[in-house]
């Protein structure tokens, strides 16, 4: 079982490469709340967000000041989440 925080941190070591390839910087680290994990890249005024709460890994946008929105939510089972799960996403 991996905790929230480990499993976005394996999530952004597959995906990083990417995101830097197509501009974006990861502006905010994994960053844990009560409930939830995050991270965030920025492009501009392009924000994504890598949301993990409950089961779920959510993939949010905002542009500029706006709000938050959801573009993508998939199954993130921290109860069976290794380096194979997690390339799947």
Do not use: W
Request: charged share 35%; proline share 1%; net charge negative.
């Amino acid at each position: 079982m991996q905790t929230r925080k480990e499993a976005l941190a394996l999530i952004l070591k597959g995906c990083t490469e990417k995101f830097t390839d197509n501009g974006f910087e990861l502006t905010t680290p994994v960053t844990e709340d009560e409930d939830s994990a995050y991270a965030e890249f920025s492009k501009g005024d392009l924000t994504v967000k890598l949301l993990s709460h409950n089961n779920l890994l959510d993939v949010m946008e905002k542009v500029g000041d706006g709000e938050f929105v959801k573009t993508e939510s998939n199954l993130l089972d921290l109860d069976d989440c290794d380096e194979r799960s997690i390339k799947s996403l």
